[in-house]
């Protein structure tokens, strides 16, 4: 059974779940393994990557390419 087979059998299971505490378990490893999955994807970024940014960073502060916070937060709001 490939992947997308295997989530559709278990949607199919989770929507004859009646109980909550199910639903607050599943939902909480599901975060929980998401959280593992997603740091074991992380790589380090070397020294020149990590410089190389800063310096890019830097140039566009320099060049007023920035965006407030302010901003940002009102166009997801």
Do not use: G, P, T
């Given at each position: 059974m490939n992947i997308e087979a295997r989530k559709l059998s278990f949607l199919q299971e989770f929507l004859k779940v009646q109980?909550?505490?199910i639903v607050i378990?599943?939902?909480k490893l599901l975060k929980e393994?998401?959280?593992e999955h997603h740091e074991n994807e992380l790589k380090a970024m070397s020294l020149k990557q990590f410089n190389?940014?800063?310096d890019q960073s830097?140039?566009?502060?320099?060049?007023?390419?920035?965006i407030k916070a302010s901003e940002?937060?009102?166009k997801w709001n």
């Open positions: 109980s909550e505490e378990l599943l939902e393994k998401k959280s190389d940014e800063i830097l140039i566009d502060s320099d060049n007023e390419m920035l940002l937060k009102d």
